[in-house]
């Protein structure tokens, strides 16, 4: 690992990017019980979901990259929490970094520029569910100032065993 650490950029995610994005995602598909998808997608698969977060507006994609290789090293995202027309101004957040690049900040970076973009926006508060257990993922939030509500007890089946999903919230 080189000494000095790299400089991170964090943008807009955008349609050049869904390739990475989807490899990315699928890394956790096939390796984690962080997301409860259990079958990998091809881009074209995801590519509504990219697409269903502009650069504007509550729903939001932030890519950190590597600012020399433009190396994607994680995206942050806020979707609509549910479906019902009530629900519009709470949003559920999430990150996924590259695995290589946990414990460089990235997370942060990712979140403060997720969080700055929602400042302005209709959005009154923000939800995670982390599957347990995730220190490193706990402590994240906690320090963007969520604060626990619940765990759902083996809400998700992955790998042959049940998960529970500890639940935050922020007000925003």
Same mark, same amino acid.
């Given at each position: 690992?080189?000494?000095?650490?790299? =400089?991170?950029?964090?943008?807009?995610?955008?349609?050049?990017?869904?390739?990475?994005?989807?490899?990315?995602?699928?890394? @956790?598909?096939?390796?984690?019980?962080? !997301?409860?998808? !259990?079958?990998?997608?091809?881009?074209?698969?995801?590519?509504?979901? %990219?697409?269903?977060?502009?650069?504007?507006?509550?729903?939001?994609?932030?890519?950190?990259?590597?600012?020399?290789?433009?190396?994607?090293?994680?995206?942050?995202?806020?979707?609509?929490?549910?479906?019902?027309?009530?629900?519009?101004?709470?949003? =559920?957040?999430?990150?996924?970094?590259?695995?290589?690049?946990?414990?460089?900040?990235?997370? !942060?970076?990712?979140?403060?520029? %997720?969080?700055?973009?929602?400042?302005?926006?209709?959005?009154?508060?923000?939800?995670?569910?982390?599957?347990?257990?995730? =220190?490193?993922?706990?402590?994240?939030?906690?320090?963007?100032?969520?604060?626990?509500?619940?765990?759902?007890?083996?809400?998700?089946?992955?790998?042959?065993? @049940?998960?529970?999903?500890?639940?935050? =919230?922020?007000?925003?």
């Amino acid at each position: 690992m080189p000494s000095e650490r790299t =400089e991170v950029q964090v943008r807009p995610g955008v349609e050049g990017d869904l390739e990475a994005l989807t490899d990315l995602y699928n890394h @956790y598909v096939r390796e984690t019980p962080i !997301t409860f998808d !259990t079958a990998v997608f091809t881009p074209e698969e995801r590519r509504p979901w %990219l697409l269903s977060h502009p650069e504007d507006g509550p729903y939001r994609l932030k890519v950190a990259v590597d600012a020399d290789s433009q190396e994607i090293l994680g995206y942050a995202t806020s979707s609509p929490y549910r479906p019902k027309a009530a629900y519009s101004t709470s949003v =559920e957040v999430t990150i996924y970094l590259s695995p290589d690049a946990g414990g460089r900040g990235v997370g !942060t970076l990712l979140y403060k520029a %997720l969080f700055e973009a929602l400042s302005g926006e209709d959005v009154h508060r923000a939800y995670a569910g982390i599957a347990q257990p995730n =220190e490193a993922s706990t402590r994240l939030h906690e320090r963007f100032g969520f604060r626990y509500v619940g765990t759902y007890r083996e809400v998700g089946r992955k790998f042959g065993r @049940y998960w529970d999903v500890a639940w935050y =919230e922020k007000e925003l």
